[in-house]
């Protein structure tokens, strides 16, 4: 039987269409499937499939590694200038802080000794040379500053005012090669002079041979040198060493000196007057307001090491270590006021 | 009826062009629901037989075109084979019987006969189902016809740029 061409593709449509309930019924029936269509479907399409897969997957790692990055990369760097400026905000606020503390304690300190007329001043500059060691403060002579004044900090002393200038001061430190402070031990009340030594480290000089230090020991001015008042604290003993007559002993500074940013002048000249002793009182460059300190602190040396140091005094030394500073200094500890 | 129809143009495509874009629609209809069962709402290998079908104006190649693309489907779903192939195959046939009787190319007449195959298409599935396989399947639901007019869309876009591959 010949179908008419213009019936053909109705005819293709039924075969097609009965064909596959055919299939469709087959596999109902039978309960099974047409692998065979699967697999080539799954054969066709598949490998582009993984391709589409691979595609996307390049294009999701070129996405989140890269492109997505840009804002991450911009993020990141408004981040960091967020974190610079909080550093530099924290630095300045750690700052403060410490200076608060700093200046706190000066307060404290400057309340604590109402009675000692004294200034502070900030250190605004250094020595300009490897070899010395002052620094400048902000104080000079139109604010009452004068040549020998004692330079403190609550945590101990600085050293003196080498030079009063108009607006500034120089100020040498206890380290200074040409330093000196009067001091003795706190606990022997042995008399000693400590010297600067161009190094971090002090030395104190001219005690006995024989005498006990420990280390440790805390080593307060005498006063004896007209410059500092008594019992300030001035570091304490590092170490020790052996000699003959007098045993050398390193001293670390109780100021920390290698950040020195506030500091105290002692204004008074008055309250460093220092009666001293009549057996102390024989060199009349201790009582000279125009001595020089290096002098100032040799000549009260020069006084002191009898009383401690030399080997006749060795024999009377528990007499004469306490009998030294009831002797010469009549002002009361700490304030330097006469009595 | 013979007159009218040599009037009607009939596109050809550029070699590998339908093959490559019915196999480009099978890997992306499996491709794009695997990211997102949302993307099930879409139906593109509907879209290309019908679009091939209206532009090729040949009931036996918009048969077969819809068969083999109806069976790839079955073959690569969880479906028995045949059931895509019959639908898709019967919109082949419709589509290019319909594309050889009328202006195919304007888009409402487009959007409105994508809107209708995608309906047919549904209701012959629904049949085969409830018929042949005792399966419950809706003839119409608001998801369906909201899939409809969204393929419907879509397929108004997608001809305007399915028809750059013609031969001139």
Known sequence: MEVPSRHRPLVLLVAVILAQVLLLAFQIRRDRDVRLIRVWSAELLTPLQRGGTFIVSKADAVWFGYIDLRNVRAENRSLAEQLGDLRLKNQQLQGQAAQAVRLARLLGFRQANADIPMMAAEVIGANADATSRTVFINRGEEDGIRRNMAVITPDGVVGKISEALPHTSQVLLVTDRESGVGTLLAGTRTHGVVKGTGDPLLWMDYVSADEKVPGGEEVLTSGEDRIFPKNLPVGWVASTKAGFPFQTIEVTPSAHLDRLEEVLVLTTEKSLDIHPAPEANSSSQQTSPDAKPRQNVNTVTKAEVPASGTPQQQAAKPAATKAVPAKKVTAPAGTGNPQ | MDSQSQHIEVHKFYAGAVLGICFLALVLQAFLNRFSPRFG????????????????????????????????????????????????????????????????????????????????????????????????????TVHLLISSLLNSVIGVFLFAGLDRLRKQ
């Open chain 2, 41 to 140: 709402i879409l139906e593109l290998p509907l879209l290309v037989v019908v679009y091939f079908g209206l532009s090729r104006r040949n009931s036996v190649i918009g048969l077969v075109l819809g068969t083999a693309v109806g069976l790839l489907q079955d073959g690569i779903s969880h479906t028995p084979i045949g059931l895509y192939g019959i639908a898709k195959g019967f919109i082949g046939y419709i589509a290019s019987s319909i594309g050889a009787r009328l202006d195919t190319e304007h888009p409402i007449s487009r959007f409105i006969l994508m809107f209708l195959f995608f309906h047919i298409h549904q209701v012959l599935l629904a049949l085969m189902m409830r018929l042949l396989l005792a399966q419950h399947a809706p003839f119409f």
